[in-house]
């Protein structure tokens, strides 16, 4: 859903991403940067939530996180530096940040377990799914409910949900295991239609 959503923001992306070029990032780096950011969300996840920024600084990370991955391909066009090997640190780098995200959760024991472990499983299926589409030669851009986009934008809302009930990110888990299920049903039918 969000796919379309870049699309409309592509431009302002494309600046950025200009801007980002003359400052001396590449795409790689800007990759890579997301995973420092993820880990000090997950870090705060484990910390006692007695502070009352803390939820919204962890929401703050998790969304520049997710800022990272949406930049980087285009600065990876901008720069004329996209490669198989830029494709492959930004799908393993994004599977390392929902890791460490849903970690950081688990340990702080912000959310029941099995929401959150169905949460982060179903994940990883969603973007096998894709994975395994496309190298059978199957566009499966856009295809889904629960892209990764979704679902950091979910996790970052239901982390300030915090502020209203401590259960926020535990019903956010259960939203995020359910959309992602959808996603790979949803995948696996495209797949098919469109299978010789």
Known sequence: MLTQLRRTFQPL????ARALLRAGFTPNLLTVLSVPLAATAAFTYTLPWTLSYYPLLTAILILLAGLCD???GALARVSGKV???GG???SLTDRI???LL???IILGGKADPVPTLLALALSLLVSYARCRGEASGISMEGVGVGERAERILLLAVATLGYYLTPNALTI??????ILAAITVAQRIA???RHSP
């Open 172 to 177: 956010g888990c259960w939203l995020i295991a």
């Open 83 to 85: 490669t198989p090997l």
């Open 97 to 99: 940040v929902e890791l």
């Open 88 to 90: 492959f640190v930004d």
């Open 102 to 104: 849903f970690l950081g």
């Open 13 to 16: 992306f494309t600046r950025i």
């Open 190 to 192: 495209h797949v098919i």
């Open 70 to 72: 949406a930049l980087d």
